[in-house]
């Protein structure tokens, strides 16, 4: 018997906070070119690779995940309180996990800056490789969807 | 003359749908073409491998890896893989029909055509490019060893449960260590086969003993490749230890950088559920409304075809059984947005055991559950006459998406015209 009250209480109270529109995922659809630049230990340029693939932030609690730009996919930690700042700071790396040594560069690090009044977003990559040096960096301008998006804007993210 | 006329076009008929699909795989997957034969998503998931450590999904990347040249790449070994595995599905699927003695042209036919199956997959080289392709296979040889002992006595029948009871503890850490979804996919229908084959089989206690081990050491196998989910610095090993040209044809753009399913090794479970969200805000929850109730209404038909219902009779419990396997095997429709793949493996592995039960002497017994008897007896009422017909024309016109990008394309051959 208790099943049948429990079980539609949890429902209800699932729906209700699924109104809560703060604790829905929200998205930015954004264009904009990445480069890929790889060079050796002297710092001499070995190759350039670029695109100009879409990039999709998808903002849900304090993580950012990006899965359509190459470049830049991945899970993202938010690192500064968007909510007295307008620059959202995220990383590759939990913010405050110290077992990733600021001298391991073998480790890929990623820092972003997303600025959600411009809609500018700025990232880098850095790491190395067998001796070689990797830096990836993209600048994009995002536009706000919301709460919602749609697959057909993956298409045309490039015009 | 007439009837000899009649066969003629059925079997013109299922002949064009095999050969169609089959002829279109095998040359979309062993020809020369410069772009990826499948998707990146799935493409990148078979080649997640153990060169960062022990990680869920990585054990046929690790195979993949050792046999393949790096010279040439894991792409041309990858793509006469999930080719193989495909005729390999065709050949298993038809070895179960043969055996069960299904014998009837009007089953088979929408059995092939029913969206996200043979002809389908073929046509569209989605489905079976997918992991899950390995569990049918696995699944569909159970069903033809279960057929087959059903069909033995004595110490034959002993010796055949016992491979029955046995492959799927061996196979199933296996194929959890392949994509650890299994547990949901087809996990429980594996269960509900042995739980049948228990019933039916009580003075053999081994059995028992067996179901019990499988359902133990799935969940041991599930927990242990939970644990080692990954994270983002495992994710890029896994990326630098593909060959290099792979990784130029897969990310032009950034062929240094992880990216789709290596990446995704990295998520957390917030962000598999996010999808979910997805499928709901991008409104495509209408769209795979309209294909389950497609597929549900097709493997109606084709369980209708295969057990039809008297009235003289109480209807048989193979319903229920059908039913009861439905709703266990559609808990990835909570955790995944993919909600295509779901609804194709389903109706794929729900046919398999429907023939398979054909044999099955549980199966045959009178359903009791009330539920069940008034779903039956409400669908006999609004069957409309030609409902043959309207899952035929279901299965020639659509083409169901495997996943979300793919929504606007939901006719057969669309995306040629575009």
């Given at each position: 018997?208790?099943?049948?009250?429990t079980?539609?209480?949890?429902?209800i109270?699932?729906?209700?906070?699924?109104?809560?529109?703060?604790?829905?995922?929200?998205?930015?659809?954004?264009?904009?070119?990445?480069?890929?630049?790889?060079?050796?230990?002297?710092?001499?340029?070995?190759?350039?690779?670029?695109?100009?693939?879409?990039?999709?932030?998808e903002?849900?609690?304090?993580?950012?995940?990006?899965?359509?730009?190459?470049?830049?996919?991945?899970?993202?930690?938010?690192?500064?309180?968007?909510?007295?700042?307008?620059?959202i700071?995220?990383?590759?790396?939990?913010?405050?996990?110290?077992?990733?040594?600021?001298?391991?560069?073998?480790?890929?690090?990623?820092?972003?800056?997303?600025?959600?009044?411009?809609g500018?977003?700025?990232?880098?990559?850095?790491?190395?490789l067998?001796?070689?040096?990797i830096?990836?960096?993209?600048?994009?301008?995002?536009?706000?969807?919301?709460?919602?998006?749609?697959?057909?804007?993956?298409?045309?993210?490039?015009? | 003359?007439?009837?000899?006329?009649?066969?003629?076009?059925?079997?013109?008929?299922?002949?064009?749908?095999?050969?169609?699909?089959?002829?279109?795989?095998?040359?979309?997957?062993?020809?020369?073409?410069?772009?990826?034969?499948?998707?990146?998503?799935?493409?990148?998931?078979?080649?997640?491998?153990?060169?960062?450590?022990?990680?869920?999904?990585?054990?046929?990347?690790?195979?993949?890896?050792?046999?393949?040249?790096?010279?040439?790449?894991?792409?041309?070994?990858?793509?006469?893989?999930?080719?193989?595995?495909?005729?390999?599905?065709?050949?298993?699927?038809?070895?179960?029909?043969?055996?069960?003695?299904?014998?009837?042209?009007?089953?088979?036919?929408?059995?092939?055509?029913?969206?996200?199956?043979?002809?389908?997959?073929?046509?569209?080289?989605?489905?079976?490019?997918?992991?899950?392709?390995?569990?049918?296979?696995?699944?569909?040889?159970?069903?033809?060893?279960?057929?087959?002992?059903?069909?033995?006595?004595?110490?034959?029948?002993?010796?055949?449960?016992l491979?029955?009871?046995?492959?799927?503890?061996?196979?199933?850490?296996?194929?959890?260590?392949?994509?650890?979804?299994?547990?949901?996919?087809?996990?429980?229908?594996?269960?509900?086969?042995?739980?049948?084959?228990?019933?039916?089989?009580?003075?053999?206690?081994?059995?028992?003993?067996?179901?019990?081990?499988?359902?133990?050491?799935?969940?041991?196998?599930?927990?242990?490749c939970?644990?080692?989910?990954?994270?983002?610095?495992?994710?890029?090993?896994?990326?630098?230890?593909?060959?290099?040209?792979?990784r130029?044809?897969?990310?032009?753009?950034?062929?240094?950088?992880?990216?789709?399913?290596?990446?995704?090794?990295?998520?957390?479970?917030?962000?598999?559920?996010?999808?979910?969200?997805?499928?709901?805000?991008?409104?495509?929850?209408?769209?795979?409304?309209?294909?389950?109730?497609?597929?549900?209404?097709?493997?109606?038909?084709?369980?209708?075809?295969?057990?039809?219902?008297?009235?003289?009779?109480?209807?048989?419990?193979?319903?229920?059984?059908?039913?009861?396997?439905?709703?266990?095997?559609?808990?990835?429709?909570?955790?995944?947005?993919?909600?295509g793949?779901?609804?194709?493996f389903?109706?794929?592995?729900?046919?398999?055991?429907?023939?398979?039960?054909?044999?099955?002497?549980?199966?045959?017994?009178?359903?009791?559950?009330?539920?069940?008897?008034?779903?039956?007896?409400?669908?006999?009422?609004?069957?409309?006459?030609?409902?043959?017909?309207?899952?035929?024309?279901?299965?020639?016109?659509?083409?169901?998406?495997?996943?979300?990008?793919?929504?606007?394309?939901?006719f057969?051959?669309?995306?040629?015209?575009?």
């Amino acid at each position: 018997m208790l099943h049948k009250v429990t079980y539609p209480i949890i429902l209800i109270c699932s729906l209700l906070m699924g109104c809560n529109q703060s604790s829905l995922p929200e998205y930015w659809l954004c264009s904009g070119d990445s480069s890929q630049r790889v060079y050796d230990a002297q710092l001499n340029l070995l190759e350039v690779y670029t695109g100009n693939d879409p990039l999709m932030l998808e903002k849900f609690g304090n993580t950012m995940y990006q899965f359509l730009a190459p470049a830049f996919s991945g899970k993202y930690f938010i690192c500064s309180d968007s909510s007295k700042n307008p620059e959202i700071y995220m990383q590759f790396h939990p913010c405050d996990d110290a077992s990733i040594p600021a001298n391991n560069v073998n480790q890929p690090t990623r820092h972003a800056m997303f600025n959600l009044d411009s809609g500018e977003f700025q990232i880098r990559e850095f790491r190395t490789l067998n001796r070689k040096i990797i830096i990836n960096d993209g600048i994009f301008a995002c536009k706000s969807l919301g709460h919602s998006f749609s697959f057909n804007d993956f298409n045309h993210a490039k015009d | 003359m007439l009837k000899i006329k009649e066969n003629h076009l059925i079997f013109l008929a299922l002949a064009i749908i095999i050969e169609i699909p089959v002829i279109l795989a095998i040359v979309w997957m062993t020809g020369d073409y410069r772009e990826p034969r499948f998707n990146i998503w799935p493409v990148t998931e078979w080649l997640v491998n153990y060169q960062g450590g022990f990680v869920r999904r990585g054990l046929i990347g690790e195979f993949l890896l050792t046999i393949s040249d790096p010279i040439s790449g894991i792409l041309p070994n990858l793509y006469r893989f999930v080719l193989s595995s495909y005729i390999f599905y065709i050949t298993i699927f038809f070895a179960v029909y043969a055996l069960a003695k299904i014998k009837n042209n009007r089953v088979l036919i929408l059995a092939l055509l029913i969206q996200g199956g043979i002809y389908h997959m073929g046509i569209s080289a989605d489905f079976y490019t997918r992991k899950e392709n390995l569990f049918l296979i696995f699944f569909g040889f159970l069903c033809l060893l279960y057929i087959n002992a059903s069909k033995k006595v004595g110490e034959s029948k002993k010796k055949r449960l016992l491979w029955l009871v046995s492959l799927p503890i061996i196979f199933g850490p296996i194929l959890i260590l392949i994509h650890e979804a299994y547990l949901f996919m087809s996990f429980p229908l594996t269960a509900m086969l042995l739980f049948i084959v228990c019933k039916e089989n009580p003075s053999y206690i081994y059995l028992r003993f067996g179901f019990v081990l499988y359902v133990g050491i799935c969940l041991i196998f599930f927990i242990s490749c939970s644990i080692h989910h990954g994270d983002v610095v495992l994710a890029q090993a896994i990326w630098d230890s593909l060959p290099w040209v792979d990784r130029v044809k897969l990310s032009p753009s950034a062929p240094y950088s992880q990216f789709a399913a290596i990446s995704s090794i990295g998520w957390s479970l917030g962000q598999h559920l996010s999808t979910i969200y997805g499928v709901f805000i991008t409104g495509g929850v209408y769209i795979w409304i309209f294909f389950i109730l497609g597929n549900v209404l097709t493997l109606a038909v084709i369980a209708s075809l295969i057990y039809p219902i008297s009235a003289e009779s109480r209807p048989k419990r193979i319903y229920g059984l059908l039913v009861i396997g439905l709703i266990v095997s559609s808990a990835m429709f909570l955790i995944a947005a993919d909600w295509g793949r779901w609804i194709a493996f389903m109706s794929n592995q729900l046919l398999l055991l429907m023939f398979a039960l054909s044999v099955s002497t549980f199966s045959k017994g009178e359903e009791k559950s009330k539920l069940i008897l008034n779903l039956i007896q409400y669908t006999q009422k609004i069957a409309p006459k030609y409902l043959f017909y309207i899952v035929l024309v279901y299965g020639l016109v659509f083409q169901m998406p495997e996943c979300c990008v793919q929504y606007p394309n939901i006719f057969v051959f669309q995306s040629l015209f575009q």
